[in-house]
């Protein structure tokens, strides 16, 4: 197990899989269970079910990289939040502690939710070492990014502007301007956002060679994010 680390660092987890679904259905399980407490609270017990899981999400970034730097696995080329993942994690941090957080939380709506979403449907955990703690690590980070946005909307009364979807869709592709180049400076592996090369996961949005991967994650992450848009500011009859 360990050898077989040490060659293939990065851990992916079949969706099809007995492992996959289960934990699938476990997070759907938690989210579900989060929500449906939060509609049958005051706003200000709401607001203290969301400090606590900002906190736990505070904590888990902190300890995760104190641990990886002492024991010598944080790189530069992988552990700044750069990757979508890890900066909508950064977010869930800092939401609650400044003044514009109804704008970043569209942001994190978008990104967060449908980039969390992948990440627990296509699971590769990084430098897995075989216990529980990496393995529940990966899940509770991505299923936080997910579950704040949606406990924001549905329990905290925080709404989508019209045109956030494309606002938030620019806004992405800035970062994307910024991090491409800086994936090409740093070398020696950096794959952030995976501007450099595809990621190395079963999933049927991932393909083509680099750079047309790319130009076909632009499509298709508009129009995600505006089927998300749409999903969740419709009228209900």
Not at 97 to 108: A, G, V
Request: glycine share 6%.
């Amino acid at each position: 197990m360990i050898l077989d680390l040490i060659q293939n660092p990065h851990y992916v987890i079949d969706i099809n899989s007995y492992e996959g679904i289960r934990n699938i259905v476990v997070t759907i399980l938690v989210f579900v269970s989060i929500l449906v407490l939060g509609r049958n609270l005051s706003k200000s017990k709401n607001l203290l079910i969301l400090k606590i899981i900002c906190a736990i999400a505070i904590i888990s970034t902190g300890y995760d990289h104190i641990i990886d730097a002492i024991n010598g696995n944080w790189r530069v080329e992988e552990d700044l939040p750069l990757h979508l993942c890890s900066l909508s994690n950064l977010i869930v941090c800092i939401i609650l502690l400044t003044p514009i957080n109804k704008k970043i939380f569209e942001f994190l709506f978008y990104c967060g939710f449908l980039g969390g979403l992948v990440s627990i449907l296509t699971p590769q955990l990084n430098y897995y070492d075989g216990g529980w703690f990496m393995y529940l690590s990966y899940y509770s980070s991505h299923g936080i990014i997910m579950l704040v946005p949606l406990f924001m909307y549905y329990n905290l009364n925080y709404k989508l502007s019209k045109y956030s979807w494309l606002r938030t869709f620019g806004i992405l592709n800035i970062f994307m301007i910024f991090i491409l180049p800086l994936n090409f400076l740093i070398g020696s592996g950096a794959n952030y956002m995976y501007l450099y090369e595809a990621p190395n996961i079963k999933n049927p949005l991932v393909f083509g060679d680099w750079p047309y991967y790319i130009i076909n994650w632009e499509i298709i992450i508009i129009v995600l994010f505006y089927l998300t848009y749409f999903i969740f500011t419709r009228k209900k009859i």
